[in-house]
């Protein structure tokens, strides 16, 4: 599914968190969202899920403006694993990644096998069937997180935004997080910090600045020495993977 944000604006009291972003994602594309601090890459997240109304501008998916899609009927297509998820405490594990399921069922429908293997796969997707029956309050930060994606891969969704899907988990399982994203065949957007996870895993990038898309496209033409010096005030040296061809950053003390 393809979704167009046009001109989006959107703030807090009179100041524009979001101001005037048009992007188009690309059926199957993964797009990374990059930007410092505050640069108002959550705030861009919720708009294009349709979870905040924009001041002014529209999001598009598939064509439809989100604005007027049913609530339920969006949950069907769209899932969004945030960064401070909360969940009740005293839940299991499967019990967090039911609730996936919900908007697919009907108020009669009973649990259905279907139901049942969707949350098996999405528990074995992030590496968590083992710990299926443990209570929720008891997981680390990362487990956590694990479940909370794996709570939207039960959804089966047809668009995943992620906001940074990978800041508690250690180096396997980030890479293993965002090579799932980029092999799931759905439209995704996720807000990372990691730039060269951005750069290994992104189709491409949008660097958000003070709530505006200052560049955008394939990482290698958005990740260069000047930007990340201009957007992030670092020094780094950037180089082509002798591997893969994308761009590997390497940070320099300045
Ligand atoms: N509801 C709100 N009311 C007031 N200010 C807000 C609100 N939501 C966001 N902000 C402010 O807007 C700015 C952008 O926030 P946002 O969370 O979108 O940034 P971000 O790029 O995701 O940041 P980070 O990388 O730190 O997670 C921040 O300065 C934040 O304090």
Redesign the pocket.
């Known amino acids: 599914m393809t979704v167009v944000a046009h001109d989006l604006t959107w703030g ?2 009179r100041r524009a ?1 979001v101001a005037g972003v048009s992007l188009a994602v690309a059926r199957g594309e993964t797009l990374g969202l990059i ?10 997240l919720r708009l294009l899920a349709g979870l905040r109304k924009p001041w002014s501008g529209r999001v598009e998916i598939e064509g439809r403006d989100v604005a007027a899609v049913a609530r339920r009927a969006l949950a069907r297509q769209v899932a969004f694993v945030q ?1 401070h998820a909360a969940t009740e405490t005293s839940v299991t594990v499967r019990d967090v990644v039911r609730l996936g399921r919900t908007p697919h069922r009907s108020a009669l429908s009973g649990w259905s096998a279907a139901d049942e293997a969707a949350v098996a796969a999405a528990l074995a997707r992030v590496d968590m069937t083992e710990r299926a029956a443990q209570v929720w309050q008891t997981l680390s930060g990362g487990e956590r997180q694990r479940v909370h994606v794996a709570r939207a891969l039960a959804q089966a969704p047809r668009i995943l935004f992620l906001d ?1 899907p990978t800041n508690h988990l250690d180096i396997h399982h980030q890479i293993e997080i965002l090579r799932m994203v980029r092999e799931l065949a759905l439209t995704s957007v996720v ?1 990372l ?1 990691d730039l060269n996870l951005a750069a290994m895993f992104c189709d491409r990038i949008v660097v ?1 600045q003070a709530g505006s898309v200052i560049a955008a496209g394939p990482p290698e033409a958005v990740l260069t020495t000047d930007l990340l010096r201009a957007v992030f005030r670092v020094e780094a040296e950037v180089v082509p993977s002798p591997r893969h061809g994308r761009p590997r950053i390497l940070f320099e003390p300045g």
Do not use: C, R, Y
Request: aromatic residues 0%; hydrophobic residues 30%.
């Open positions: 807090a009291g968190i930007g410092p601090n505050g640069s108002g890459k959550s705030s861009l960064q940074e807000a910090h958000l």
